[in-house]
C-alpha cells in the first residue's frame, strides 16, 4: 500500500504533462510520468527506509496536507546522479527554505520500496548504490503564482543506466501555508520578532544525524545573533525528537544531548551560559508550527 492516503481514482493524469511552475527542467530530460490529486493528506519520509518486524518502513516521517504534483524524469544520457539532484536540490533550497533530510546510496535503504510504496513508480527501482534522496521546503516565486510547500526529490539510475529524476511537490494551502511562509526565519531581526511576539521559535537549519551529531549548523549563527541582541534575553533550548520504536526514556535522553550540543555550540560563540538552559522533552510536544516537528530545536523565552 502507497504511503499516500488516496485512492488511485484521486490522481488527475494530465492531458498535457508540464514542469512545476519556478521549478526548471534538468536539459534535455523528458517526463517520463505525470500525476496530481488535490488536497491529500501525504506523508514525506524525513528517515532511511529499514526493516522492523519483517515490514520495511521510513525511520521517521510526517503527514501534511496539501496538493501534489508528481513528476518523473528520464534524465538523457552523458550525465550522472550526483550533477542531476545537484540541479535540482539548488533550485529546492533557495533562501529561507530548508533541508529536511538527504541520503545516499545504501543510507537510504531498499531502493524497491521507495520505487514502489513512496512512489508508486517501479521505473525508479534501481541497484541500491545509485539513489539520491532529498527532503526540503519549497517556495516558487513565480508572479501571480508564488507556492510553498515541502519537496522530495529522489535520483536514480536504473541497472540498465537508464537514469531518473522523480519530484513530488506538495503545495500547501489556506492558513498552513501562510504559517509557512511567516516562519521563514532568514535574518536575526525576523527571529528576534517572532520570539518576542509568541515567546518560542523553531530554530531553522540545525540537522542532527543518527548518531546525535550536528550535521547542518546555520540555525547557530542566527540565535547567537539574536541573544547578541538582547544581553538580557534568556532562553530554553529544548530538543524534541519523534521516533517509532523507541521507548521514551531514550528519546528524551537523545533531544537532551541535541539541545546541550546547541547550547555548547552557543557559548562558543560568545553567550554567556548562564542564559541558556538545556532540556530534552522527547516526543512529548508533537506539535509545532509549520512543521515539520518530529526533529526540532525549539528556543523558549523564560519567564
Do not use: K
Not at 524497491?112 to 512512489?119: C, D, G, Q, T, V
Not at 548504490?129 to 526529490?153: C, H, K, M, W
Amino acid at each position: 500500500m502507497s504511503v499516500l492516503l488516496l485512492a488511485w481514482s484521486s490522481w488527475s493524469q494530465a492531458a498535457e504533462a508540464t514542469d512545476f511552475p519556478g521549478i526548471d527542467r534538468f536539459p534535455g530530460a523528458e517526463i517520463a510520468d505525470y500525476r496530481e490529486a488535490d488536497s491529500i493528506n501525504y506523508s514525506l519520509v524525513l528517515g532511511r527506509m529499514q526493516r522492523i518486524a519483517g515490514q520495511v518502513t521510513a525511520s521517521a516521517s510526517e503527514r501534511f496536507q496539501g496538493n501534489l504534483t508528481r513528476i518523473t524524469y528520464q534524465i538523457p544520457n552523458g550525465f550522472s546522479e550526483a550533477e542531476v539532484y545537484a540541479f535540482y536540490r539548488d533550485q529546492l533550497i533557495s533562501e529561507g527554505q530548508r533541508e529536511l533530510f538527504t541520503c545516499q546510496g545504501r543510507g537510504c535503504g531498499s531502493s524497491n520500496y521507495w520505487a514502489n510504496e513512496i512512489f508508486d513508480n517501479r521505473i525508479l527501482y534501481g541497484p541500491v548504490q545509485n539513489q539520491r534522496y532529498l527532503a526540503a521546503t519549497f517556495e516558487t516565486g513565480v508572479p501571480g503564482d508564488s507556492q510553498i510547500g515541502y519537496a522530495a526529490l529522489y535520483v536514480v539510475r536504473r541497472a540498465n543506466q537508464r537514469l531518473y529524476a522523480h519530484l513530488d511537490l506538495l503545495a500547501l494551502t489556506g492558513r498552513i501555508a501562510e504559517e509557512q511562509r511567516a516562519a521563514q526565519l532568514v535574518t536575526p531581526a525576523a527571529m528576534q520578532q517572532r520570539l518576542t511576539r509568541e515567546g518560542s521559535v523553531v530554530v531553522p537549519s540545525l540537522r542532527f544525524n543518527d548518531s546525535d551529531e550536528l550535521e547542518e549548523d546555520a540555525g547557530i549563527a542566527l540565535l547567537a545573533d539574536v541573544l547578541q541582541r538582547d544581553r538580557l534575553l534568556e532562553v530554553f533550548v529544548v530538543g524534541h525528537l519523534q521516533q517509532s520504536n523507541v521507548d521514551l526514556q531514550t528519546l528524551q535522553q537523545q533531544s537532551l544531548a541535541r539541545a546541550e550540543t546547541v547550547r555548547q555550540q552557543l557559548i562558543e560563540a560568545g553567550v554567556d551560559g548562564g542564559r541558556i538552559i538545556a532540556a530534552g522533552v522527547g516526543p512529548l510536544a508533537p506539535y509545532c508550527r509549520p512543521g515539520p516537528c518530529g526533529q526540532r530545536i525549539e528556543v523558549v523565552v523564560r519567564q
